[in-house]
Nanobody, 115 residues
Framework: QVVLVESGGGLAQPGGSLRLSCAASGFSFSTAYMTWYRRAPGKERELVAYISGLGRITKYADSVKGRFTISRANAENTVYLQMNSLKPEDTAVYYC????????WGQGTQVTVSS
């Protein structure tokens, strides 16, 4: 079965960095788009970024463009989200999903940006 496990969340100061990882199993990873979403308290789910199977196509939300980078390591069935210049408004639970817009999701990892 499809399993997605996010990790790497935590507490960061404004201006800091975190790298999220999502380990995938149960499907042909290298042929699948992968997506990162986030949900902040009291807000709608927001698309953060997605990446094509071979990594040639990436797309970012305007709110994270220039600060976040999505990448993948197909040999390790893992997708990453490098988050730099973090802001308090990046505080959310971050989820990775298979495909775009996504049909399977992980349990999420909490990211809190606060001084």
């Amino acid at each position: 079965q499809v399993v997605l496990v996010e990790s790497g969340g935590g507490l960061a100061q404004p201006g800091g960095s975190l790298r999220l990882s999502c380990a995938a199993s149960g499907f042909s990873f290298s042929t699948a788009y992968m997506t990162w979403y986030r949900r902040a308290p009291g807000k709608e789910r927001e698309l953060v970024a997605y990446i094509s199977g071979l990594g040639r196509i990436t797309k970012y939300a305007d709110s994270v463009k220039g600060r976040f980078t999505i990448s993948r390591a197909n040999a390790e069935n893992t997708v990453y989200l490098q988050m730099n210049s973090l802001k308090p408004e990046d505080t959310a639970v971050y989820y990775c999903g298979r495909g775009f817009p996504g049909d399977y999701w992980g349990q999420g990892t909490q990211v809190t940006v606060s001084s």
